[in-house]
């Protein structure tokens, strides 16, 4: 057996690890960090113009290896374990969310209250912004205030969203552009965005990928990455409730076991793997797994609904011109006095649905050559506009994580399985969250002779999370808002896991700033003890 | 190594051989099936020789995208160039409008795919045309240049009239 020794070791190797490293070393230098990930490490930048051609040409995977065959989780929307985790193909939105998401409970009765407090919060979204390299515009509305400005101007309307916004506003909503981790100048050392139209993966870097800061902590003397190394299990101490090591493997030589030891383990492995591990480390004394004296891991775990629809408009819009770039409407995160509880954002980006080559006409006869042009032409008169409202479900405590014996990787370790489920409220809400849409569609579409092509619901829950909730009372929550366990003092959980519920529009900023703020109460641990 | 690799491997070999001969004796008959289903407005033979150039290119058993909301992998599957040189014979030298309609409807292909796949070289040759960057500039006439990187500055500005 091989023992690698750390002051903290992180689990996961995803967006949440990469800042968690990364601050934690600059507020303790002499600490040595080691980030255990499962999946390879894809560096090659170098290599990413030839990866998106073959993706636009060929459909290929635009992240070649990342992913490992045997180890799928039902119920997940990302096969993608790799040093970087998802972040490596996300869009870099990085919206915020808004007071409303963590005072449910207080103004209007659901769910649940975060343990944190708006402005506190508010402060890391500025320092998540930063280190993300975030470009971006202020919202309209007083409600979504900044106590620092972006630290990057937004990305520039391109003809096609200036037309879009301009019809959407008609509507009296107001829209901005989409705040993104894209640098719109030099920045941080990486370069301006030049428009690729494929952020899912970014040739040049001006997408922000957690990749970038691994590479800079490696350069740093008591980082160590190590990847294809996968944690099975939690051990505890045999004398204390703290955790002792961490077992892994390495899987180029699985007969090696691997054991990891440090005064500090943070789980960032996201919101399937990180309770998945506490659950599979159970032991005599845990028996429901670790950290989970209140029965909550696996539990409440969330995400947003959505709604989306076509609608064509009589505007130029030249398909392509930046499909990754769209606008953001923050008027619905607030709750009008009087009115049920409904939140959403909603977004719209350019769009060529409707109008793109088909190979029969209205008649249904094969078109060929110049007669299928034609055909396109007339059809590409008008412009479309893509539209999608992210609304807030709250999740049951029966939505949940938990174990598959059925379903077992080459060690025979289970792997989880994930059913979301609403909580009663969000329920009864559905019906009216349908008809709100739809009349937000249709008062979209008055507008510029728009016509509804399509509407659609979404069958699954976006931007999931969840599964380690944070929280006060050790009874109804997994972790304080540091996303330290109640259990074990020197285990903690970072990341989208400990977030209560997954508001009404993308995650991502939100559980990085948290993650942020853990970094601090990590860091201080090593004050007093050095 | 696992069965499923090796076959992977073998399969690719074998369609990687027959890729790299395509379009073999029927360069003529792949230019000609070009004047015919892509617009006159576009050099056909070169159209054709793009084709040719993307078919030697491609990758059986490559990943395919997996990305967000999409978990399944999947590998690509092997091109039939084999039915390929079958149409293109089939089809001749001068093909008719008719003659490609009716080939197209015994493969039962209904709408043009979203990338080429294999059920007819017609509609592969076709959708690698009608689904790039190319032909949508063709379609509106200006240069968007959806797949290049373009820079931002001036994107505020409709793109710019195509120049022939």
Not at chain 1, 86 to 110: I, P, Q, Y
Not at chain 1, 200 to 215: E, H, I, M, N
Not at chain 1, 360 to 368: H, K, P, Q, T
Not at chain 1, 433 to 460: C, I, M, P, Q, W
């Amino acid at each position: 057996m091989s023992t690698f020794e750390s002051d903290v070791c992180i689990v996961g190797g995803g967006i949440s690890a990469a800042m968690l490293a990364l601050k934690l070393t600059e507020l303790r230098p002499g600490i040595s960090v080691t980030v255990i990930e499962a999946g390879r490490k894809l560096f090659d930048i170098e290599n990413r113009m030839e990866y998106r051609r073959r993706s636009i040409e060929y459909a290929e995977n635009p992240w070649p290896g990342d992913f490992i065959e045997d180890q799928s989780a039902k119920g997940v929307i990302s096969r993608t374990m790799a040093v970087g985790g998802s972040a490596l193909h996300w869009g870099g939105t990085c919206n915020r969310f808004s007071e409303e998401d963590v005072r449910l409970k207080s103004m209007f009765g659901l769910y649940t209250d975060w343990p944190i407090e708006w402005a506190e919060l508010e402060k890391f979204y500025c320092e998540a912004e930063r280190r993300l390299g975030v470009s971006g515009e202020p919202s309209p509305h007083p409600e979504d205030e900044r106590s620092q400005p972006y630290p990057m101007p937004a990305m520039a309307m391109t003809h096609n969203l200036i037309e879009l916004k301009r019809w959407a506003e008609k509507t009296g909503i107001p829209f901005q552009t989409t705040p993104q981790a894209k640098n719109t100048q030099p920045y941080d050392g990486r370069a301006q965005c030049i428009r690729c139209n494929t952020c899912s993966v970014c040739p040049t870097g001006a997408r922000y990928s957690p990749d970038f800061t691994f590479k800079r902590l490696l350069e740093r003397n008591g980082f160590a990455l190590h990847d294809r190394t996968l944690v099975r299990k939690l051990v505890l101490d045999e004398q204390k409730a703290t955790i002792r090591t961490a077992q892994a493997v390495h899987r180029d030589r699985p007969d090696e076991p691997l054991e990891y030891r440090a005064p500090v383990f943070v789980l960032a492995s996201g919101y399937c793997w990180s309770p998945h591990l506490l659950l599979g480390s159970a032991c005599s004394r845990f028996p429901n797994g670790l950290a989970n004296s209140s029965g909550l891991v696996g539990r409440y775990m969330c995400g947003h609904a959505f709604l989306s629809a076509f609608i064509e408009i009589d505007a130029k819009i030249y398909p392509g011109m930046n499909e990754q770039h769209g606008l953001i409407s923050r008027q619905f995160f607030r709750v009008p006095t009087g009115q049920p509880f409904l939140r959403h954002d909603l977004r719209v980006w350019e769009s060529a649905s409707g109008h793109e080559p088909r190979l029969r006409g209205a008649n249904g006869r094969v078109l060929l050559g110049d007669a299928l042009l034609a055909d396109w032409r007339e059809r590409a008169r008008r412009g479309t506009a893509r539209i999608r409202g992210y609304y807030d479900v709250h999740p049951d405590r029966e939505s949940s994580l938990t174990l598959d014996m059925s379903s077992k990787n080459r060690w025979g370790d289970p792997m989880p399985v994930i059913q979301h489920k609403p909580d009663a409220a969000s329920l009864a809400r559905e019906g009216a969250v349908g008809e709100h849409f739809h009349a937000l569609f249709e008062r979209l579409a008055k507008n510029d002779n728009g016509k509804v092509l399509s509407t659609a619901a979404g069958n699954y829950w976006d931007h999931p999370a969840g599964g380690c909730q944070m929280g006060t009372d050790p009874a109804a929550s997994v972790t304080d808002s540091f996303g330290q366990t109640h259990d074990h003092e020197n285990l903690f959980v970072v990341g989208s896991p400990t977030l209560p519920n997954a508001g009404c529009t993308n995650g991502t900023l939100t559980f990085t700033a948290l993650t942020l703020r853990s970094a601090e109460r990590i860091a201080e641990r090593f004050r007093r003890t050095a | 190594m696992r069965r499923r690799t090796l076959l992977g491997w073998l399969a690719a070999l074998g369609a990687g051989r027959s890729q790299a001969a395509f379009p073999g004796e029927q360069a003529e008959h792949l230019r000609a099936l070009a004047r015919v289903v892509l617009p006159s407005e576009v050099d056909a033979a070169a159209a054709a020789a793009k084709f040719v150039e993307w078919v030697r290119g491609y990758r059986a058993g490559a990943e395919m995208e997996h990305g967000y909301g999409f978990t399944r992998l999947r590998t690509k599957l092997a091109l039939p160039v084999a039915n390929y040189a079958r149409q293109l014979a089939a089809l001749g030298t001068r093909p008719s409008p008719d003659a490609v309609s009716a080939a197209l409807e015994e493969a039962k292909v209904t709408d043009l795919p979203r990338t080429p796949d294999g059920r007819h070289v017609a509609s592969d040759l076709m959708a690698f045309y009608f689904r790039s960057s190319d032909a949508n500039d063709l379609c509106y006439r200006t240069a968007i240049g959806r797949d290049l990187c373009r820079g931002l500055a001036g994107s505020e500005n409709p793109p710019k009239e195509l120049r022939r």
